[in-house]
């Protein structure tokens, strides 16, 4: 068997399987697990929502006045001036058209600051994955940033050519909605502003994930298998409202989103967080999240993370100290107990 379809089982009691740390293989579908653990963040309407609709909002999981510490740094990351708006739209040279892309889209390329660590590591964050996975042994994501002004000039939209199927941002699957077993994946963003609906920001189609068995099962064998044909008048989109700080934590399965930002001068900022079950036998893969921790080289799970084309994080800061928690959601120490590997990278982090 190739090494790239070989499945780790998860460090965890509940039965998770995975071989990249993105989806994962249960005998239970999310939606429809039976909790063993106690609930933490979530009450028993916020978990029954969830799994019912696809999605959950956890108000105030980092405190507000961090994310908005975010946000500043994700201006200042970019050399961009939240108080002149014509810096929001500078030209430059694109590495490839997908760089141009991820700019019309908002992303920025930061991965390890401290004030994203901060996020990562903070124990109610942590909290609210361990109670839709029903599971403590959990990584963090190795994601980035977003900050999407107004859909305009080097930032429209329109600059990026339509496609009949396939990836749409405005609302797609992230994983085969057309495998027979379907895959487990979680994903999630903290607001770093308060959001108003012209802003755009994160939309999703929560009626057709709560009809989606009785919904595929009528579809043509040869439908998209991550881009929906549905009328919103029977699957309508809605975009919860969030407010800096609040934690948005939603289904693989849920059909989901960016809507555009048509504001005149409104900006969407979050932070792209999201936990999995912990793969401590995929020596490969945590060997590369530490090293990209200890480096700040670009993660290497997403092909769509480039890196800054001006100047690298890892020209411009150094690692970030981790907490005990910040050191088991990486990979650094094990759940486990075990002390052996990584003793040096281990004390480097409870030093810093």
């Not at 090494?3 to 039965?15: C, K």
């Not at 999310?30 to 108000?59: C, H």
């Not at 961009?80 to 500078?90: E, H, N």
């Not at 989901?256 to 930002?261: I, K």
Request: proline residues 6%.
């Amino acid at each position: 068997m190739p090494a790239e379809t070989f499945l780790h089982r998860a460090a965890s009691d509940v039965p998770y399987f995975s071989a990249d740390g993105e989806t994962y293989l249960a005998q239970t579908q999310l939606r429809d697990l039976r909790k063993n653990l106690k609930l933490r963040v979530l009450s028993e309407e916020d978990f029954a929502f969830w799994q019912t609709y696809g999605y959950i909002v956890v108000r105030e999981a980092i405190p507000a006045d961090h994310a908005r510490r975010l946000l500043d740094f994700t201006w200042d990351f970019q050399g961009l001036d939240p108080q002149r708006p014509q810096t929001w739209y500078d030209d430059r040279e694109w590495r490839s058209d997908l760089d141009r892309e991820l700019h019309v889209y908002g992303f920025v390329e930061a991965y390890h600051h401290q004030l994203m660590w901060d996020s990562r590591q903070t124990q109610r964050v942590y909290d609210a994955f361990v109670d839709v996975w029903d599971c403590e042994e959990l990584w963090v994501t190795l994601d980035r940033l977003n900050l999407n002004p107004p859909n305009i000039k080097n930032r429209d939209r329109a600059l990026i050519a339509p496609t009949d199927r396939g990836f749409d941002i405005n609302l797609h699957w992230d994983v085969d909605t057309t495998l027979g077993v379907l895959p487990q994946r979680v994903q999630g963003i903290i607001a770093l502003n308060d959001t108003t609906a012209e802003q755009g920001g994160f939309q999703c189609a929560p009626e057709l994930f709560r009809r989606f068995e009785k919904w595929r099962a009528l579809q043509p064998d040869d439908r998209d298998p991550i881009r929906p044909n549905t009328d919103p008048a029977d699957f309508p989109v809605v975009r919860p409202e969030l407010k800096a700080g609040d934690l948005l934590i939603w289904n693989g399965l849920l059909a989901h989103g960016v809507a555009p930002n048509t504001s005149p001068d409104g900006v969407r900022s979050a932070q792209y967080l999201s936990m999995m079950p912990a793969l401590e036998t995929h020596r490969s893969l945590r060997e590369s999240r530490t090293d990209s921790w200890r480096t700040l080289s670009t993660p290497e799970w997403n092909k769509t993370l480039v890196g800054d084309a001006t100047r690298h994080e890892s020209l411009r800061y150094g690692p970030a100290a981790l907490t005990d928690l910040g050191a088991k959601l990486l990979g650094l120490k094990s759940w486990s107990g075990d002390t052996d590997r990584h003793n040096g990278e281990q004390a480097c982090a409870e030093s810093a």
